[in-house]
């Protein structure tokens, strides 16, 4: 794979549920397809650089998730199940009778995770990376919960836009150093754009608002334990890199039992963007689990 010049892929726009989603299609449109879930504030160029590898065998398929990259935002506040029900609308376009071959990536992943039990027919099988669920939560945070998400419905929340591309690649190598330079500066152009003049993230501001809904894991647990197909962890070497895993370590063994086939894999030298870091060993891990059915 060529570290500098990734794959271009062919685009689409697709209408899911009364939303506009931009899809990236690397490879044979005549290959199985295998679908690529991309995680929060990310888009679908992130996968860019495992590209190459995979589409030697398979139709990758990796839309931006409503309000991300080039897809149509909300009016107002976003809602986890809808990204289920989005993906639903997905497979039911592109893979109608064939169940789905799925890796999603943090966001991705815990999308892909509950869907796959509430759907267990529509997964052939699902890799989930870095991304296996949030921190428990309790009843008591409730009325805190809703009180923020009441005050951001009048002043609705922001982006603080980076101050360039340059800016915003350093940035993103500060917080993965085995990236690419090169691609450091393709994402950054692809997570901005411009707005008269003054460049702003192409995320929609209100992703940054607070879920009203707390996040229950005993929830996520139960739809994990419905999934029948494959699962494989693919979890960065550095454990505890991202703060979203502060919180989780603890509890990883609790997550791992709840599927029923499930294989894990480690990458060496990689925190929570793995496939940013070491997109070969990330791609053919992916490709080997695929390849299996």
């Known amino acids: ?9 062919t685009t689409r ?38 590209a190459e590898d995979l589409a030697r065998d398979w139709q990758l398929v990796a839309p931006d998730w409503r309000g991300f990259g080039h897809s149509q935002w909300n009016d107002g506040p976003y809602f986890f199940p809808d990204y289920l029900a989005d993906l639903d609308a997905l497979l039911e376009a592109l893979s109608p009778t064939t169940p789905a071959r799925i890796a999603g990536h943090s966001m991705g992943a815990m999308i892909a995770g509950l869907y796959a039990g509430a759907r267990p027919e529509r997964v052939a099988r699902l890799a989930l990376m870095e991304g296996f669920g949030l921190n428990a939560t309790e009843p008591g945070q409730a009325p805190g919960r809703y009180a923020r998400w009441l005050a951001e419905q009048r002043t609705a929340p922001a982006f603080q836009a980076p101050a360039s591309q340059e800016a915003l690649a350093a940035r993103l190598l500060a917080r993965n150093p085995r990236m690419h330079a090169e691609h450091a ?21 209100w992703h940054k608002g607070v879920n009203p809904v707390l996040y229950r894991l005993e929830e996520a647990k139960a739809c994990w334990r419905a999934i029948t197909c494959p699962v494989l962890w693919v979890i960065g070497g550095d454990e505890g890199e991202h703060p979203m895993a502060k919180g989780v370590q603890a509890t990883l063994d609790a997550r791992r039992a709840c ?21 070969a060993a990330v791609a053919a891990t992916l490709a080997g689990f695929f390849a299996q059915g």
């Not at 794979?1 to 892929?9: E, G």
């Open 13 to 50: 726009t697709l209408t899911l549920r009364g939303r506009r989603h931009r899809l990236l299609h690397w490879g044979d449109s005549d290959a199985p397809m295998l679908f690529l879930l991309h995680g929060w504030m990310d888009c679908a160029e992130t996968f860019s650089f495992i």
């Open 1 to 9: 794979m060529n570290a500098l010049l990734p794959p271009t892929p």
């Open 185 to 205: 500066r393709l994402m950054a152009r692809a997570l901005t754009r411009d707005v008269d003049g003054a460049l702003a993230y192409r995320a929609d501001p």
């Open 259 to 279: 599927f029923a086939r499930l294989s894990e894999v480690t990458v060496a030298d990689a925190g929570h963007m793995l496939q940013w870091e070491q997109p």
